[in-house]
């Protein structure tokens, strides 16, 4: 293996990745889906990427020079050479794009194995910027989150991400912290000469504002978890409120069965649409109320679980009889409640009512419902948008309130030193300056492969 195919940039800081201990091989991936399309990419990637491209078409393109060439595997192809350390991965890499059929794709991937390179594992290519440094492990999440992007707000968070909205906040603090950590060590190293190299006061201050910040990170999360997972909106109230027609009217297609008989629904009907930005599946559930019928009881305690859980609740109210003793409005307080039917009875004064029947009052829903998302779910730039980023947020900030704690008792610096490296290391995992193998599986295994 050759010096320049080694991983370089934060090398250094990994010590358990396993493809440090073993040579760095070459891999090869169709990048785009097997199926029958115009065009479709295969990309190869390590040391030997430029020799295999040379084996399946005697052509040795410049770096990131297209060239239109002849493959023996029974295609033509245009190929783009990157040299590293400049390509997406930081080693050399290969993009054959290809006809679409998965036929040829396959018959090049095969003669790219047969010629040396390994299948490669999903988001490897991926793993691999991160492990040279072209980018860190949030970005590369965020890579993924794109991907999988349904709305155009999830677009935007995940390629501000990218871009390093939330890497950068992190680098801050953890170079504020860094600031801190350094003089304290030094004033241990020169602690019998009597010098301080930053006063107790300002070595509290900044503490406590990387506090602030780290509290402020940790609270986008709720905001940019839903933002990329998307909300549940669950229709709930009695039988026959008309919760079927109005899943119905939400999604534009008649996907719940309708029909004059209470009881009509028992399991839970899902659509997911667009409401403020986000993708919303909406649950039409069973109506509530007490029941004989085993299918139909089973139905309702669904529903009621389904509320639950649910970040908006739309309570159905007919308005021809009004809230009843049977309905169940009190045990979810946060509901918002609609009158239906006001082509037969007008809803309360102030109250929100609609018409499927007459197409009365449902805009006005909508944009309430629109509103109702905009406020309380759509995350800001940079916010945190995983369990695992969240966790590493939290542990930071509980070892910054730690050594602050010990800073406020009086005690010496290698009792704050502690603290102050755990929060520090939280940070570090969070973007992944400091890795951990099973990390790494976990993030990289939910990739596509050739991604
Ligand atoms: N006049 C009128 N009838 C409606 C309206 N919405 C629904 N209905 C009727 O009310 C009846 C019950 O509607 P569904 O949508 O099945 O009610 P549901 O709440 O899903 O009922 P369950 O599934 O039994 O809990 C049907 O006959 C609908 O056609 C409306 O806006 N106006
Ligand atoms: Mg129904």
């Given amino acids: 293996m050759s010096d320049e195919s080694r991983p370089a940039g934060l090398s250094s800081l990994i010590t358990h990745h396993s493809s440090l201990i073993t040579p760095l091989d070459t891999i090869v991936a169709p990048a785009t889906p097997l199926g029958r399309s115009a065009l479709a990419i295969v990309r190869i990637d390590g040391p030997r990427s430029a020799e295999i491209l040379h084996s399946l078409s005697g052509t040795a393109p410049e770096p990131r020079i297209a060239t239109f060439t002849q493959l023996h595997t029974l295609d033509e192809c245009v190929a783009v050479r990157y040299a590293a350390p400049q390509s997406f991965t930081g080693n050399d890499l290969v993009e054959l794009t290809l006809h679409g059929s998965p036929l040829l794709v396959e018959r090049v991937v095969r003669a790219a194995v047969d010629l040396g390179a390994r299948l490669a594992e999903p988001g490897e290519f991926t793993e691999r910027a991160v492990l040279n440094g072209k980018i860190d492990l949030v970005q590369a999440e965020s890579i993924a989150d794109l991907i999988n992007s349904r709305t155009a707000l999830q677009a935007k968070l ?81 039988p026959n409120a008309g919760k079927s027609t109005l899943l119905n009217r939400l999604v534009g297609s008649d996907r719940a069965i309708v029909t004059p008989i209470p009881g009509t629904t028992r399991d839970i009907v899902r659509e997911t649409i667009d409401i403020g930005g986000l993708p919303v599946t909406v649950a ?168």
């Fill in 284 to 451: 039409d559930t069973a109506g509530l109320r007490q029941s004989g019928d085993i299918v139909e009881s089973i139905g309702v305690d669904r529903a009621r679980d389904a509320a639950r859980n649910a970040e908006i609740v739309l309570y159905l109210v007919d308005a021809s009889f009004g809230l009843t003793a049977d309905d169940e409005l009190s045990a979810f307080p946060a509901a918002l409640v609609v009158y239906t039917k006001t082509d037969l009875a007008p809803a309360p004064a102030g109250a929100i009512g609609i018409s499927v029947t007459a197409e009365q009052g449902i805009d006005d829903l909508l944009s309430r419902l629109d509103v109702l998302v905009r406020e309380n779910f759509t995350a800001p730039e940079g916010s945190l948008v995983n369990e695992r980023q969240r966790m590493a947020v939290a542990e930071c900030e509980s070892a910054l309130g730690a050594a602050l704690a010990s800073l406020d008792e009086g005690h010496e610096e290698q009792v704050v030193l502690v603290d102050l490296y755990r929060a520090s290391t939280a940070l570090g995992l969070l973007t992944g300056a400091i890795t951990r193998e099973d990390v790494f599986e976990e993030i990289f295994s939910k990739f596509c492969i050739g991604k």
């Fill in 158 to 238: 995940s390629l501000g991400n990218l871009q390093g909205a939330l890497s950068r906040k992190a680098a801050a603090i953890r170079q504020s912290l860094l600031f801190v950590i350094s003089r304290l060590e030094a004033a241990l190293d020169f602690s019998e000469e009597g010098y301080e190299f930053i006063a107790r006061d300002e070595a509290r201050e900044r503490i406590a504002e990387a506090i602030a910040e780290t509290h402020a990170l940790a609270e986008t999360y709720r905001r940019g978890h839903a933002t990329t997972s998307g909300l549940t909106a669950v229709i709930l109230g009695r």
